[in-house]
């Protein structure tokens, strides 16, 4: 990332609903379960979570999209591998 | 031989799982559940409150006992054992969070002194007076110098006292308006803190949402710039309605203090800025700012090596006396309480030892009400009924960083102990930690300088207070101080940052999610 793009990063206005492409592989907190399934929340979008190792809320992993419906804003992910931590 | 050893590794290998299993199994229960976990926290911020807010004591290490005194009250709540509850004290001391901010403390210490060594403050002097701006432009001017100086020095309370002792009684003699002056230089204290890279509250805020500072540094960049732009013109427009106050006997209060030579101090600090934001790690960006601001002033003569670094001797030891030509040693008359070290280098880290220990005792506090369920409970209130979506819980966040901060004097204290629930709530709609940072820190910085209690406004209120009757202020006056109470509604910078901030949260403006991208590493803090 250039230094300019640094400071530019985030200028704007950001959806509260993120979108993603099937295929994707992003970088995120898996925040907590819907029933007993691991879920993604991603502002207030939701991407369901699959082959979530029992000790995965709140850590940061790699996840693939499987699936994205645009229009209720949720998704399915699948669980690639845990790649860092929660800050406390 | 081989049985011993393998014998040996065993029992290591038994005590480190042993250890892991204390930190990961150690739940501590309390009488009185999971509630009486916040006690020590609690405590503390009630002391702070007290101690800050209402008897008006801005000493840091007074927390420091405050905390202490709170841990042991948290003891006696807790059930079984007490190893446990004393084992998560060092398990919160420990931790990287805290480590982190102390080394960059310390560097940023040992930088912000050695550029007023230096005479930083005297080439703003010199900037003031070159521009000989006359009274409507006084405090707009004095609202931009105020920012740089704190943005190299990382602190807004010495920015206020600095600029107190200059810029005020040189702006009244002016005609500018004493009550919007001492907002302004408020208003550039508040600058400095929020986007230095040397600030003890932009450290905080990065380390405890896993950032690097300098990227927090260039993110928050867009924040800052539009409220200052729109406080610069507020002081504009103020400065030409205020009117200031006559006074009889006049005397230039800058001159003599001006020394153009000490702005060469932009570059140490641009050298700070530059090698944080691409990357470098900031005790190498600060270090390289150290060695530029130390050629600097023995190159220009601004600062001697024992202005930096010296060692006072006693006089009755032969080797000192004889080795007194060195520019860093000199002798005192032994037994006097001169004998010590000194130079801008000690004073700049020893300056922040109470806050170091203070930190370490809060985030052990934070530590047992993680193990206890307290920490838990209030987040699962938090995100069940209050930060629902994700512009709640953004605006959860502002609200509740500016609420504690309104709330406790020492805004580095406040900040460290609502950064968990930043983090947290945060995290649970994947913010970006760039972003948490920023929210963190703006609306630590601007609440840290506003209301009466508030120990950027003490500091300048104590400074104003030396001036009444001070050599050469024969007409300062009791007329011309600023009563703290006064001051808060022209602090314009720390009111446009928070709004500027309520705004983001509630339009998603400068918004970044952790999947749009990643902090460097983390160690590189």
């Given at each position: 990332m250039s230094l300019l793009e640094k400071y530019l990063a985030g200028v704007g206005f950001r959806t509260n609903t993120p979108a993603f492409e099937p295929g994707e592989e992003i970088s995120a907190f898996v925040t907590g379960y819907d029933g007993d399934t691991p879920v993604a929340r991603i502002g207030d979008t939701v991407l369901r979570v699959e082959g979530?190792?029992?000790?995965?809320?709140d850590a940061r992993a790699r996840l693939k999209i499987e699936s994205f419906d645009a229009t209720d804003h949720t998704g399915t992910a699948t669980y690639l591998e845990r790649v860092g931590e929660s800050a406390f | 031989m081989v049985d011993s050893d393998e014998s040996k590794d065993g029992e290591v290998a038994e005590e480190l799982a042993d250890a892991r299993r204390a930190r990961s199994d150690s739940r501590i229960e309390f009488y009185g559940g999971p509630?009486?976990?916040?006690i020590p926290i609690g405590l503390f911020i009630l002391w702070a409150i007290v101690q800050?807010?209402?008897?008006r004591i801005g000493d840091t290490t007074g927390l420091v006992a405050g905390m202490l005194l709170s841990l042991i009250v948290g003891m006696f709540f807790?059930?079984?054992?007490w190893k446990t509850y004393a084992n998560t004290i060092f398990e919160g001391m420990t931790q990287k969070v805290a480590a982190t901010a102390i080394v960059a403390w310390l560097w940023a210490g040992m930088f912000a002194d050695t550029i007023q060594a230096g005479g930083f403050v005297g080439g703003l002097v010199w900037a003031a007076d070159f521009l000989s701006v006359g009274a409507a432009l006084f405090p707009a001017i004095t609202f931009v110098l105020a920012a740089l100086l704190a943005t190299g020095i990382g602190t807004g309370y010495g920015t206020t006292i600095a600029f107190t002792g200059l810029f005020f009684p040189a702006g009244i003699l002016i005609g500018a308006n004493p009550v919007l002056l001492f907002g302004a230089i408020l208003s550039g204290a508040v600058f400095g803190d929020n986007l230095?890279?040397?600030s003890d509250t932009t450290i905080v805020s990065a380390v405890t949402q896993d950032a690097d500072i300098g990227g927090v540094v260039a993110s928050r960049f867009k924040y800052a710039i539009v409220a200052a732009v729109l406080a610069f013109a507020g002081y504009l427009v103020a400065g030409s309605m205020m009117s200031g106050i006559e006074v009889s006997g006049s005397a230039d209060v800058l001159a003599g203090q001006a020394?153009?030579?000490?702005?060469?101090h932009l570059a140490s600090i641009g050298v700070v800025i530059f090698t944080a934001v691409r990357g470098r790690h900031i005790v190498e960006a600060i270090s390289w700012g150290i060695i530029v601001a130390a050629a600097s002033n023995l190159a220009f003569g601004l600062a001697s090596v024992g202005d930096m670094v010296l060692f006072r001797a006693p006089d009755n030891v032969a080797l000192a006396e004889s080795l007194?030509?060195?520019?860093f040693l000199t002798t005192v008359p032994?037994?006097?309480?001169?004998?010590g070290v000194g130079g801008s280098i000690y004073a700049g880290a020893a300056g922040f030892f109470p806050l170091i220990v203070l930190t370490l005792l809060i985030v052990a506090g934070a530590r047992i009400m993680i193990r206890g369920g307290g920490f838990e409970a209030i987040q699962d209130f938090l995100l069940e009924?209050?930060?629902?979506?994700v512009r709640r819980a953004e605006t959860t966040m502002v609200l509740g960083t500016a609420s504690v901060n309104a709330m406790i004097t020492i805004n580095t204290a406040a900040e460290i102990a609502i950064a968990p629930y930043v983090a947290r709530i945060g995290e649970r709609y994947n913010i970006n930690g760039y972003r948490r940072a920023n929210i963190l820190d703006a609306n630590t910085s601007a609440l840290g300088?506003?209301?009466?209690?508030?120990g950027g406004v003490l500091v300048g209120y104590a400074e104003m207070r030396?001036?009444?009757?001070a050599e050469n202020f024969?007409?300062?006056?009791?007329?011309m101080l600023v009563n703290p109470v006064e001051v808060w509604p022209f602090v314009f910078h720390g009111w446009l940052l928070f709004g500027v901030f309520i705004v983001s949260a509630l339009t998603g403006f400068g918004l970044e999610y952790v999947s749009d991208r990643e902090s460097e590493e983390v160690a590189r803090v």
């Open positions: 979530a190792p029992a000790d995965a809320v | 509630a009486a976990s916040t800050s807010g209402l008897f807790a059930k079984g054992d230095a890279p040397v020394t153009a030579l000490g702005l060469v007194s030509w060195l520019p032994a037994g006097s309480d001169q004998v009924r209050v930060a629902t979506n300088y506003i209301f009466p209690w508030a030396t001036l009444v009757g024969e007409w300062f006056t009791n007329e």
